[in-house]
């Protein structure tokens, strides 16, 4: 599925192939309609900001938004709080995964990247995409929230994915009056909180759920392994 691809590569670091390509991304997203109109045009701003951006400045933006504070990390498995040996063999079985699938995983790439889950999940069926992307739901609804409460144009690719993962918007809600404007305010929540996710977690944050987290991550990655074993039979 492209689309899935083309949010992978809006949420990806920006560089000047990506800015030549926004036209063309704007015509598969048209082209393939999984999205609805309302979702595509919502998409159109951050299209427009990395059409007619400076490479430099883009890249700047992108590393103090989400390299730089911890509550907007695009590694899924930061916020579920995993440090211990459980989070260590998901993200090992991530990466066999992806290499089974073709999938290259660099060095500068965590398995749990946004950007690369994305890309595997555009490689399975669109209902079992769904389901999986359905699974992360509470953590994308907490960071569509959070890009809102900044203004950034980014927040539209995690409105984009709820909808693609049939959560709608109801479950950002959760997140908006707990946090406050500032970084710092959202690096304090963060470190406050995990978020469960996976087909038990309730969208929204679970407090004091490291090791409950790591076992959700890795459940996780067993079922996205059961849907390719499933796939190939």
């Known amino acids: 599925m492209k689309t899935y691809r083309v949010l992978a590569r809006l949420l990806a670091y920006p560089d000047a192939d990506l ?6 991304l704007a015509a598969v997203l048209e082209g393939e309609g999984l999205l609805p109109r ?3 045009r919502a998409l159109r701003p951050l299209l427009a900001e990395l059409a007619a951006g400076d490479v430099l400045d883009l890249q700047a933006g992108y590393v103090d938004l ?3 504070v911890r509550s907007l ?3 899924l498995f930061e916020h579920v709080h995993g440090e211990g040996r459980e989070r260590g063999q ?4 991530l990466v066999e995964l992806y290499r089974s699938r073709g999938l290259d995983v660099t060095a500068r790439e965590l398995p749990d990247h946004l950007p690369l889950v994305l890309e595997f999940l555009s490689l399975e069926p669109a209902a079992e995409a769904a389901r999986l992307l359905a699974e992360t739901a509470p953590v994308l609804a907490l960071l569509a929230a959070r890009l809102d409460k900044r203004g950034s144009a980014y927040a539209a690719v995690f409105h984009a994915l709820l909808h693609l993962a049939g959560a709608g918007t109801a479950a950002v809600a959760d997140d908006a009056a ?3 404007d500032s970084p710092e305010a ?9 978020v469960a996710f996976g087909p038990d ?3 929204g944050i679970a407090r004091g759920g490291d090791a409950a987290g790591c076992g959700r991550a890795q459940e996780w990655v067993a079922r996205m392994q059961g849907a390719r074993e499933g796939a190939g039979r």
Do not use: I, K, Y
Not at 19 to 24: F, K, R, S
Not at 90 to 93: I, L, N
């Open 73 to 75: 990390s695009l590694n």
């Open 186 to 194: 959202l690096d304090r929540a963060w470190e406050e909180a995990a």
């Open 90 to 93: 998901a993200m090992v079985e």
């Open 178 to 180: 707990a946090d406050e």
């Open 19 to 24: 800015v030549a390509a926004t036209a063309e």
């Open 201 to 203: 977690g309730a969208p």
């Open 38 to 40: 309302p979702q595509r």
């Open 66 to 68: 989400f390299d730089r």
